[in-house]
């Protein structure tokens, strides 16, 4: 059980930072959206991909903690 923990967090740390390397290299051409001074000051934390992958982890770190007081 442990084992499969580690593993899933492994996971979601890998695709955390997979995530916003890709994010940083992708380039826009063409039409686009309009930007605003939120977005321009705070692009990685208006970005909805992080807050799953922060809540993904939460949850696993409640769910552990839960097991470790259980146990």
Do not use: W
Request: charged share 15%; aromatic share 12%; no cysteine.
């Amino acid at each position: 059980m442990i084992i499969l923990l580690v593993l899933s967090g492994l996971l979601i740390i890998f695709a955390l930072f997979y995530t916003l390397r890709v994010g940083k290299t992708v380039e826009t051409k063409g039409e686009s959206d309009t930007e605003f001074q939120g977005t321009r000051r705070h692009p990685i934390l208006l970005n909805p991909a992080l807050y799953a992958y922060l809540l993904g982890f939460i949850g696993i770190i409640i769910y552990i903690a839960y097991m470790a007081m259980a146990s």
